[in-house]
């Protein structure tokens, strides 16, 4: 096993409805270990429902595991706090307040700065996702894809060690999710996070992965590691998705993802 990693994933199993009768419980989660460095951009990608999110929220400390651990920087996890910072796919901005204003609300937890500095920050998150102008909008007045960069940059506000974003693209449309997936990218080696982002969208997990971690169906094991930067680098432009190295890996990854659906012998 891997030493000092940044957060690590030991042997994890998740039984759903294992405190009812015997023979009630779903297992989920099966037996599943992996580590992130820091600063990597980790992808989980599988079949509907086979676990992902569950593995996500027990990392994140919403779910606990039926068995194994995860550490982030050497600490157990145990909760959830803000060191880890999650962005999910239903936009979830609070409508009353304006765009600075949800970001600010990032900021409510730190302990560590004073109003001054929790408004600098608002203010330079605002900038980071590109919302300059929109600060004094209500939510409900920009669209879904402006909601996501004001959760992105909310969840960055708190200072969290990892990101963790379950499908947070899922519900736009193809151009915007394209336009987010760069901006997502500059902002994480920017902040240099590590993060991992949960999708079931084969070319938007090679476009975004420093590492594909390739899920089974329910329940979850890992299949394969696919080391995207070691072939494509960390650099990601719009004319990554049309070089051969990514058509490649795209391919690959296809196949694997078919496999696991049951959409191919
Ligand atoms: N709280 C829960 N109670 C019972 N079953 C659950 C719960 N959460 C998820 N599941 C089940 O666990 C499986 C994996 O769910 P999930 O992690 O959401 O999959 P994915 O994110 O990969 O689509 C699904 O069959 C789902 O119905
Ligand atoms: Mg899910």
Redesign the pocket.
């Known amino acids: 096993m891997k030493q000092n990693c940044f957060v690590d994933v030991r042997d994890v199993y998740k039984d ?2 294992s405190d009812g009768p015997a023979g009630g419980a ?1 297992r ?1 989660i099966d037996g599943v270990s992996m580590t992130i460095d820091e600063g990597e951009f980790i992808v989980y990608l ?1 079949p ?8 996500m929220r027990i990392v994140g400390g919403l779910e606990t595991a039926s068995a194994g651990e995860v550490s982030l920087a050497g600490e157990i996890v145990t909760g959830p706090d803000r060191r880890k910072g999650m962005v999910f796919q239903a936009y979830t901005s609070f409508p009353w307040l304006t765009v600075l204003e949800n970001i600010r609300f990032g900021t409510r937890y730190r302990d560590d700065i004073g109003k001054k500095e929790k408004d600098d920050i608002a203010r330079h998150y605002l900038e980071l996702v590109g919302l300059k102008d929109y600060g004094d909008f209500y939510v409900n007045r920009i669209s879904g894809g402006m909601r996501q960069r004001v959760a992105i940059a909310r969840t960055l506000a708190a200072a969290p060690e990892i990101l963790l974003m379950d499908e947070p693209f899922g519900a736009l449309d193809a151009q915007t999710r394209d336009f987010l997936q760069e901006q997502l990218l500059r902002i994480c080696r920017l902040e240099r996070k590590a993060a991992i982002f ?1 999708t079931h969208d084969v070319e938007e997990a090679v476009f975004l992965a420093d590492r594909v971690i390739m899920f089974s169906a ?1 329940p979850a094991t890992i299949v394969e590691e696919i080391h995207v930067t070691n072939e494509l680098g960390k650099e990601r432009t719009e004319e990554t998705k049309e070089s051969e190295v990514f058509f490649h890996l795209r391919n690959h990854v296809r196949d694997l993802m078919r496999k696991q659906s049951g959409l191919k012998g």
């Open positions: 759903f409805g779903i989920v599988g509907s429902g086979c676990g992902k999110t569950t593995l949960v329910r």
